[in-house]
């Protein structure tokens, strides 16, 4: 043990201290392991963008089973065997194709509509909810039925099984962070509450690829939605693995929802807060949508303010706070050696709201999308930084991570996320209750500690436009 911190004692660095003072490279102990934070361009560049340098199997690993139940085991997100991953990303790329994705504006629409109605409901300026758990909601509805054909019904129904299961698998997720915690005896109900969650979502993975894999053997043409590009990796392995199938279905289920849920929620919160800015996009929204109901594909293109209201909301609210990445050969960055077999942290942000968390200390508490090197006076929400004439920040902002292991679904989702807001501001004009602590929490994603608290009241535009 003493060796191990002996190793990189000459690497700057104290827990929880600001990057600023320390960066580019800075070493954080956690329990007996150490770990190295990279806050470079150019150690980004080199740990992001270069297929050398394998995700970390002893993370990633965690993820496999949760208390004792595979869980996401060896999907897109936490495979970490090069050739392995390559293989299934390779067959996956063709769902997130743009042709394949501009066909999804209508679910993207139909969900998002749905959400509307839900939400008309309690737009009486009095109600008040919680926008994290709405936003969680209408993404599940969508990645079910654009991925796997399944009408979940999470908007409509709030005791629907399955993504109430998923709600106590992502619980599980974070409480599982806690050492031996499966084994505590106050803690039974909850592990075995999250064990049964985690097998309910296999299990209706399994029946779902069942059903598939029947309609196609009977000829039906499958959809090309993720599914069955799932099944097109599984068919092309020599041996049949089923569990890897079910990892990945529930590997998509999982990242392609909670994350855009809470980039949402983060904006929504952000424009709350800015009113200024929230004028600005609503008048943008009214001039390009008008009072039409539906969001086309061209319009997405003419909302450059939401876009860059979107890319800001992701700088300093990353829902993804990091990746890792395994140091397998000795290597000098920044002039500092950094030695073989390490753990590297490349992480996007400084969470320095980060103060209710139950922090893991792998993660980290450091900037660079907060870094004042990096973006001037940067905790302003400044949507400006991303105008079209603005400098392109450099290895800085990979709210989506970079290179050949970045986010398959980013378009994906900043369509769906722009469908959804474009909605929202054209229909609504919204309010944070006041005593909020507006903390983020980072609990697997970075997520809103209160989940956003909001009051609702029906928009009436210039253009006539009503809810
Ligand atoms: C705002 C929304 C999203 C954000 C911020 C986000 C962010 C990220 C990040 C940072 C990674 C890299 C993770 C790592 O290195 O461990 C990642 C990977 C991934 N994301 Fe997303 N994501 C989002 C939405 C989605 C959606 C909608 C889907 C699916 C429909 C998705 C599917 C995936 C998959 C499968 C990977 C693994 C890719 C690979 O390694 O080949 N994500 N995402």
New binding site residues.
């Given amino acids: 043990m003493e060796y191990i911190h002996a190793k990189y004692d000459y690497i700057p660095g104290a827990p929880r201290e600001r990057a600023e003072k320390y960066g580019p490279v800075v070493r954080m102990n956690a329990f007996h392991r150490i770990s190295v934070l990279i806050v470079s361009p150019e150690g980004v560049k080199e740990f992001l963008m270069s297929p050398q340098h394998p995700?970390d199997p002893i993370v990633y690993g965690t993820l496999f089973s949760l208390f004792g139940e595979r869980f996401i085991g060896n999907g897109?997100?936490t495979v970490c065997n090069h050739e392995h991953?390559r293989k299934q990303?390779r067959i996956m790329d063709p769902a997130f194709s743009r042709s394949y994705l501009i066909g999804l504006m209508e679910t993207f629409n139909e969900k998002a509509e749905e959400l509307m109605e839900k939400l008309e409901e309690k737009a009486d300026g009095k109600t008040e909810f919680s926008m994290l758990s709405m936003m969680s909601r209408v993404t599940m509805d969508i990645?079910g039925k654009v991925?796997f054909g399944l009408e979940l019904n999470a908007l409509r129904d709030d005791q629907t099984p399955l993504p109430n299961a998923v709600t106590k698998v992502m619980e599980g997720l974070n409480k599982a962070r806690v050492p031996f915690l499966r084994f505590m005896p106050g803690k039974q109900k909850l592990v075995k509450e999250v064990r049964e969650s985690v097998r309910l979502l296999r299990r209706v993975a399994k029946e779902c690829i069942d059903r598939r894999r029947e309609a196609i053997q009977n000829g039906k043409e499958a959809t090309m939605d993720i599914l069955t590009q799932i099944l097109k990796g599984a068919a092309l392995e020599e041996t049949r693995d089923d569990e890897n199938i079910l990892d990945n279905f529930i590997?998509?289920f999982v990242?392609?929802h909670e994350?855009?849920a809470n980039?949402m929620t983060f904006t929504v919160m952000a424009l709350g807060q800015h009113p200024e800015i929230l004028e600005r996009a609503q008048a943008e929204v009214d001039e390009v949508l008008g009072a039409k109901r539906d969001v086309d594909y061209e319009d997405l293109g003419k909302l450059t303010y939401l876009s860059q209201i979107l890319k800001e909301s992701?700088r300093l609210y990353?829902?993804?706070s990091g990746?890792l990445r395994r140091l397998e050969k000795e290597l000098v960055i920044n002039d500092i050696t950094i030695p073989a077999n390490t753990t590297v942290f490349v992480s996007p942000i400084h969470h320095q709201q980060l103060l209710a968390a139950p922090v893991n200390p792998n993660l980290n508490t450091y900037i660079m999308g907060r870094m004042e090197k990096f973006f001037k006076d940067p905790l302003t929400f400044d949507p400006d930084r991303f105008s079209k004439d603005a400098p392109k920040p450099y290895y800085c902002y990979f709210?989506?991570?970079l290179g050949p292991?970045?986010?398959?679904?980013?378009v994906?989702?900043q369509m769906e996320?722009k469908v959804v807001m474009a909605k929202l501001l054209q229909r609504f004009e919204f309010q944070l209750v006041p005593g909020q602590s507006f903390k983020l929490l980072e609990a697997g994603t970075l997520r809103p500690l209160d989940g956003v608290i909001c009051k609702l009241k029906p928009r009436i535009s210039a253009r006539g436009c009503k809810a």
Avoid: E
């Fill in positions: 995700k897109l997100v991953w990303r990645i991925a590997t998509f990242a392609g994350t855009s980039q992701l990353p829902p993804v990746t709210p989506f991570s292991r970045s986010c398959i679904g980013q994906f989702a996320v």
